[in-house]
């Protein structure tokens, strides 16, 4: 069976400051590991994808790989009320099949 | 927006029925794939169309199946409806399958099964 799993929260910060929000999965092989945002009744909306290790900025936002320790984590700075939403970690290994954890949920308080 | 669509946007079923969902995909995108969304959870993965072609499939019974057309577009087909098939049905177009491809969503369809 392969894991991805994400501290499912609420993960409460005040607005403008950095959330951290962190996925480990379990499967050694996986290649591609993608961040998705998804705001409540809506769809997931991608943010970043990062396939080698190390940090990957866009904006406010950083995702960040350690394939030995099978860890990916996004940061969000300066976070915003907007940024309140679930996000949904997904790894693949064979280039169809995304496998998610059951995502974090985000709460940015003004 | 992606430019992914899917219909209907809402559909509510009895126990037993059976029901099509439809996507299409962003423009420039071969690949489709379909996944269930249950409350509170992830989306888990159910099959993807490549080229028309079924490319891979997750851990659902045959009475899920699907279809991909020569547009690319796609359907997915589910019988013998069960309550545990209420969720929310997301369709995500690609380029194609190799590893990198990412994988953008449309609205999905949100099913209820009475």
């Known amino acids: 069976q392969k894991e991805v799993e994400q501290n499912s929260g609420p993960l409460s910060v005040p607005e403008g400051a950095i959330a951290s929000l962190n996925c480990t999965y379990s499967?050694?092989?996986?290649?591609?590991f993608f961040w998705y945002r998804q705001y409540s009744g809506k769809s997931p909306e991608l943010i970043m994808s990062?396939?080698?290790?190390g940090d990957k900025e866009d904006g406010r936002f950083t995702a960040q790989l350690n394939k030995a320790s099978q860890y990916v984590s996004l940061l969000i700075r300066d976070s915003q009320p907007s940024d309140s939403a679930t996000y949904l970690c997904a790894v693949s290994d064979s280039g169809y099949a995304l496998n998610f954890g059951k995502g974090t949920s985000l709460l940015v308080t003004p | 927006e992606t430019g992914v669509t899917q219909s209907p946007t809402h559909l509510i079923k009895t126990r037993g029925q059976q029901v099509t969902l439809r996507c299409s995909s962003q423009?420039?995108?071969?690949?489709v794939s379909w996944y269930q969304q249950a409350l509170g959870q992830g989306p888990q993965f159910i099959f993807q169309y490549y080229r028309e072609e079924e490319n891979g499939r997750g851990n659902f019974p045959p009475r899920f199946s699907g279809l991909q057309f020569p547009n690319y577009s796609s359907e997915l087909n589910v019988n013998a409806l069960e309550l545990d098939d209420s969720a929310l049905y997301l369709c995500?177009?690609?380029?194609?399958?190799?590893?990198?491809?990412?994988?953008?969503f449309g609205p999905g369809t949100r099913l209820t099964v009475l």
């Open positions: 990062i396939y080698s290790n």
């Open positions: 995500a177009s690609s380029t194609g399958t190799t590893q990198g491809n990412t994988q953008y």
């Open positions: 423009s420039g995108h071969n690949t």
């Open positions: 499967d050694r092989v996986s290649q591609s």
